[in-house]
């Protein structure tokens, strides 16, 4: 669970360094970084509910 809510804390930064561009690039660092990190939020999310289940 720790480890969940610094991902989300590092998601909550990424949003606020974003400057919502009206276009926004897939090459944008940001963008990147938030994908990263939604990405291991929800992979984690998944373990999450593999261990429960289990």
């Known amino acids: 669970m720790l ?3 610094n991902v ?3 998601l909550d930064a990424i949003e606020a360094c974003c400057g919502h561009c ?5 090459d ?3 963008a ?3 994908r990263a990190m939604r990405g291991l939020r929800d992979d984690l999310i ?3 509910e593999m261990e ?3």
């Open 22 to 26: 009206a276009i926004c690039s897939p």
């Open 3 to 5: 480890q969940k809510d």
């Open 32 to 34: 990147i970084a938030r």
């Open 8 to 10: 989300q804390a590092a």
């Open 46 to 48: 998944a373990a999450e």
């Open 52 to 54: 429960q289940g289990n």
């Open 28 to 30: 944008c660092p940001i």
